[in-house]
C-alpha cells in the first residue's frame, strides 16, 4: 500500500493544488457565502411544493401543482434513488460546498484524460486547468445551469476512457465508460450529452477508416464492442430518467403540435427561430483569442474612463452617469444577452495552431473534426444551410435550442489539441522542423492579435446590426436631441474599441510568453519540468484573470440573504391562510408564465419551465396573449389574481368568485373534431356548465339522454400532489370535470378501488363519467416508465458496481504480475 501511494503521490498533490485554487477562487464560500444563481433561484420556486411534501411524508412526489396548473416532476426535482450515480453525485455535493464540487468534477475529470494521453503530471494539471477555466464553464455557474455545468464535468473523462478502451485496455476502459457515461446521462441535461455524442460518432468514424485502410477490421470491432455494451449499461442504470423524459419529452413544447392553425408552435419540435435565437457570429469566434472583442456581456460602460460616462457626465449628475450608461450595452452581437463571450485562452489558442501543424497522432483529426463541426452548428441561422440540415434530418436536434452552446465541443478540443502540441515538442527530434512551426503558429495568432491592437475598427464594426434603431432610442431617451444620440452612440463604439484594443495587447503577451517558452524548451534552455509548471502559471493566470470578470467575489451572498429573495407579499401571506388544499393563482405583477416566484408560495398557473406542456403553452398562447380569457381562467380554478397597485405599486390582490372549484358537474358535452375546434370552443364558454369534448372519446361517454342532479356533489377530500381523493354523490350517471392537468402518462382514475377509464376536456383538464350513487374517486400518479425504469435502474447499478470491481480487481493482479516478473 505504501509503494501505491509513493507512485501515485504525484497525483494527490495536483488534486490538493487542484484543491487550493478552488479555495482561493471561491474563497467567499469558505467564508459562509452562497453564489447567487438566478436560476438556481428559479429553480427553488419550481420545487417548493415537491420539497414540502417531500419534508412532510418523506417522499417526493412525481407530480407537482405549482407551475402551469400541473406537470410532472421529471424536469424539475425527482431524486431516482435506485440509480447508483445518484449517490456519487450527492456524495460530492456532501464533500464539497457549491461551486467547488463542480469545479473540482472540471479538474479531475480533465486531469484524467492528459493523464491518459500520457503527459506528465504537471503538464497534464495546466491542460486541466485550460479546460476547466474555459470561460463558458464558468458563466454558466454563475447563471445557475448547475445540470449543463456538470454534463460538461464528465465530458473529458468519458473521452479518457474510450480511449483507453480502443488501446486495448478493454475491460477497465469499458467499466469507466460505463461509469462516467452513466453519470453524464443522470445529469439529465440531454442536450450536452448529445454534442458529445457527436463528436464521438466522429472519433470511430476515424477509427473506422484506420482499420479499413489497416485490413485490420477486428482490431476496431473488438473494443467498439466493449464500448457498446458500456452504452447500453450507462443507459439502463438511467433507465427510470430516459423513459420519463422521453415519455414527457413527446407531450411538451419539444413535441407534435396539436393545432394546425393560429399557432406559433412547429409541428414538430422547437421553433427554428427560437432554437437559432442564441447563434454564434461568424466574426464573434474572436472572442476565443480575443474574450472582450465583441464587448464582453451585455452590460454597459461604467469606468470613470470610458467616454461614454465623461460624455454623459457633461448633461446629468456625474455620480449618476455611471448608472445610466450601464444601459447601453457594450456587447454589440446579435445574441439578446449574454453573460460573456466564449474565450479558450490566447495562448490555447497558439497552442491549438500549433497542434494542427505539428502533431502526428490521428487523433488530431478527431479533434479537428469535432471542432469545426461544432463551430459550423454553432453559428445557426448564421449558416443555415448545415444548420437547417441538422435541424430537419437529424433525430432529437430540433428539440434543442441555445445552438451556440455545442461550442463546448470546441472548448475541449482545443487544450486537448494544444497540450498533445507541447508533448509532441518534448519528444521530437527534428527541434528544428518543430520550432519552424512555432514560428509559424506565433505569426498567425500573434499577427491576429497585433492586427486587432493596431487596426481594430477596419477589421470589426463594433456596431450591433440594429445601430440605427438604438440611435432612434437615444434620440427618443433624450428628448429629440438627434445630435446627442448620435454622439452617445459613437462614444459607446469608441469604448468597444478601447476595451477590444485592451484585450489584444493581453493576448499578445500571452502568446509571446507561451512562443518564449517554447523556444526555450526547444531550445534547451529549460526543463521540461519548469516548462509545464511556466504553462501551468501562464494558463491559469489568463483564464482566471477572464473568468472573474463574470464569476467574481461580488456574486456571492450572505446565505440569509439568499433565503431572504422570495419575500413574501401581504397579499401571499393573506392567500395562504385560505385552507382550500387546491386552488390556483394568477400573479400579474409580471410575465406569469416566465418566472416560478408565485410558485413558491402558490399553486399558479404560471411559472418557469423551458419544456412546459405543448396543451399548456397552446392555452397560454391562445386564451392568455392578448387578453386573459375569463373562462380559461375559471375552468382552470384560479381563485385569487394579484396585480400591481397602479397608485403605489404594490401588489394588490382580487379574489375570483366565479372559479369552477376542484370538481364539478357538467349540465351537457360538446364535441369537437379537433384540438383547432377544441381551442375555439373554450375562446368562449359556459365550462361550469358544459364540457368541450374530443369527439375520438366518445365511446368513453354515456351519451345517452341522462336527468340534470341539482343536487348532485362531487369534492374534493385529500390533496396529495400525485394522490386526489374526491367523494361524489348523485342520482343518476354524470360527467364530472376535475380542474387538474390531462396526462395520460402515468395517471390512473379509481372509483371504490376500481380503475376506470377517464378523458380529456376543455383541451386541457381531465373528466370522467361518475355513476350514480355515492363514490369515492382517486386519482393516483403512478407511471410505468418511472417505477418499472427505477427496476431497471437497480439491477443495472448492481452490475455496474461489479464490473467496475471486478476491472479494478483485474488491473491490480494484472500489475501485481508484472512486478513479479520484473
Not at 424536469?75 to 450527492?90: A, E, G, H, L, R
Not at 491518459?116 to 494539471?125: D, E, F, G, I, S
Not at 527541434?431 to 498567425?444: C, G, M
Request: charged share 15%; with cysteine.
Amino acid at each position: 500500500m505504501s509503494n501505491w501511494f509513493k507512485r501515485n503521490g504525484i497525483h494527490f498533490a495536483i488534486f490538493g493544488f487542484f484543491l487550493a485554487i478552488c479555495f482561493v477562487y471561491f474563497s467567499p464560500v469558505f467564508q459562509g457565502k452562497a453564489l447567487f444563481q438566478s436560476d438556481v433561484l428559479q429553480a427553488q420556486g419550481m420545487q417548493k411544493e415537491i420539497m414540502d411534501v417531500k419534508e412532510q411524508t418523506g417522499k417526493a412526489p412525481l407530480w407537482t401543482n405549482s407551475m402551469f396548473g400541473g406537470m410532472p416532476a421529471y424536469q424539475i426535482w425527482v431524486p431516482y434513488p435506485n440509480n447508483i450515480t445518484t449517490y456519487v453525485i450527492s456524495a460530492l455535493k456532501a464533500v464539497f460546498p457549491n461551486p467547488v464540487d463542480t469545479v473540482l468534477l472540471y479538474l479531475m475529470g480533465a486531469y484524467f484524460l492528459f493523464c491518459v494521453l500520457k503527459l506528465n503530471p504537471w503538464l497534464a494539471a495546466a491542460g486541466a486547468i485550460a479546460y476547466s477555466f474555459s470561460s463558458y464553464n464558468f458563466i454558466i455557474i454563475d447563471a445557475g445551469h448547475a445540470n449543463q455545468a456538470l454534463a460538461i464535468a464528465f465530458f473529458a473523462p468519458i473521452v479518457a476512457s474510450i480511449l483507453l478502451t480502443l488501446r486495448g485496455k478493454y475491460l477497465l476502459g469499458s467499466a469507466l465508460t460505463a461509469l462516467f457515461l452513466a453519470m453524464e446521462i443522470r445529469c439529465n441535461h440531454i442536450q450536452m450529452t448529445y454534442y458529445l455524442m457527436l463528436a464521438i460518432f466522429i472519433l470511430v468514424g476515424i477509427e473506422l477508416y484506420h482499420a479499413i485502410k489497416a485490413k485490420n477490421l477486428s482490431a476496431f470491432l473488438k473494443p467498439v464492442g466493449y464500448l457498446a455494451l458500456s452504452t447500453l449499461l450507462a443507459v439502463a442504470v438511467n433507465a427510470a430518467m430516459l423513459w420519463t423524459s422521453y415519455e414527457y419529452g413527446n407531450e411538451s413544447i419539444r413535441g407534435k403540435s396539436n393545432l394546425t392553425q393560429h399557432t406559433t408552435q412547429p409541428s414538430n419540435g422547437l421553433d427554428k427561430e427560437y432554437a437559432y435565437q442564441y447563434s454564434q457570429g461568424v466574426a464573434e469566434c474572436l472572442t476565443f483569442l480575443v474574450p472582450n472583442i465583441y464587448g464582453g456581456n451585455s452590460s454597459g460602460p461604467k469606468d470613470a474612463d470610458s467616454k461614454v460616462v465623461k460624455l454623459l457626465s457633461e448633461k446629468v449628475d456625474p455620480t449618476q452617469a455611471a448608472g445610466v450608461a450601464q444601459q447601453f450595452p457594450l456587447y454589440w452581437g446579435d445574441k439578446p444577452i449574454i453573460g460573456g463571450p466564449w474565450y479558450f485562452g490566447a495562448a490555447i489558442c497558439f497552442l491549438f495552431v500549433l497542434g494542427l501543424l505539428i502533431v502526428k497522432s490521428r487523433l488530431k483529426w478527431w479533434l479537428l473534426g469535432a471542432t469545426l463541426l461544432s463551430i459550423f452548428l454553432s453559428f445557426g441561422r448564421n449558416l443555415p444551410f448545415l444548420s437547417d440540415l441538422f435541424f430537419h434530418y437529424f433525430p432529437l436536434y430540433n428539440k434543442f435550442r441555445t445552438v451556440e452552446s455545442i461550442l463546448v465541443v470546441a472548448a475541449l478540443c482545443f487544450p486537448v489539441l494544444g497540450f498533445m502540441a507541447i508533448q509532441e515538442i518534448i519528444t521530437a527530434t527534428d527541434k528544428a522542423f518543430v520550432l519552424s512551426r512555432v514560428k509559424i503558429a506565433f505569426y498567425i495568432t500573434g499577427g491576429l492579435t497585433l492586427l486587432m491592437i493596431v487596426l481594430p475598427d477596419a477589421l470589426l464594426s463594433f456596431k450591433a446590426d440594429n445601430h440605427q434603431e438604438f440611435v432612434g432610442q437615444l434620440t427618443q431617451m433624450t428628448g429629440g436631441d438627434n445630435s446627442f444620440a448620435n454622439a452617445i452612440a459613437n462614444a459607446l463604439v469608441q469604448d468597444r474599441v478601447s476595451i477590444a484594443r485592451a484585450d489584444a495587447i493581453r493576448s499578445f503577451i500571452f502568446i509571446a510568453l507561451a512562443f518564449g517558452l517554447l523556444w526555450a524548451l526547444i531550445k534547451q534552455k529549460i526543463n521540461v519540468t519548469v516548462a509545464s509548471l511556466a504553462f501551468l502559471l501562464i494558463t491559469l493566470v489568463d483564464m482566471w484573470g477572464v473568468d472573474k470578470r463574470y464569476l467574481k467575489d461580488e456574486n456571492f451572498v450572505a446565505k440569509e440573504d439568499l433565503k431572504g429573495q422570495f419575500r413574501e407579499r401581504e397579499v401571499d401571506t393573506f392567500i395562504k391562510r385560505d385552507t382550500d388544499p387546491d386552488f390556483r393563482v394568477l400573479d400579474m405583477t409580471g410575465n406569469p408564465f416566465t418566472n416560478a416566484y408565485t410558485s413558491y408560495f402558490h399553486k399558479s398557473i404560471g411559472g418557469y419551465h423551458a419544456a412546459k406542456l405543448k396543451r399548456y403553452q397552446e392555452l397560454i398562447e391562445n386564451q392568455f396573449t392578448k387578453s386573459m380569457n375569463q373562462d380559461v381562467l375559471d375552468m382552470l380554478n384560479t381563485k385569487y389574481i394579484i396585480t400591481t397597485d397602479e397608485k403605489n405599486q404594490s401588489a394588490k390582490m382580487s379574489a375570483n368568485v366565479t372559479a369552477c372549484g376542484h370538481a364539478w358537474f357538467v349540465k351537457s358535452i360538446k364535441y369537437a373534431k379537433n384540438a383547432d375546434e377544441e381551442m375555439l370552443a373554450i375562446s368562449s364558454f359556459d365550462p361550469k356548465n358544459e364540457a368541450i369534448v374530443d369527439e375520438s372519446y366518445k365511446n368513453l361517454i354515456d351519451n345517452k339522454p341522462r336527468s340534470i342532479d341539482q343536487a348532485a356533489t362531487i369534492k374534493l377530500v385529500s390533496y396529495n400532489p400525485d394522490h386526489l381523493v374526491y367523494e361524489s354523490g348523485s342520482q343518476s350517471n354524470q360527467t364530472a370535470v376535475f380542474s387538474e392537468i390531462y396526462y395520460d402518462k402515468g395517471w390512473k382514475m379509481l372509483i371504490d378501488g376500481v380503475e376506470k377509464p377517464y378523458f380529456r376536456a376543455d383541451y386541457v383538464l381531465r373528466a370522467a363519467e361518475i355513476p350514480v350513487g355515492n363514490h369515492k374517486i382517486e386519482f393516483v400518479f403512478h407511471p410505468t416508465s418511472y417505477y418499472t425504469g427505477e427496476g431497471i435502474s437497480l439491477a443495472s447499478s448492481i452490475l455496474l458496481v461489479l464490473v467496475l470491481g471486478g476491472a479494478v480487481y483485474a488491473e491490480n493482479k494484472k500489475g501485481t504480475t508484472l512486478q513479479k516478473k520484473a
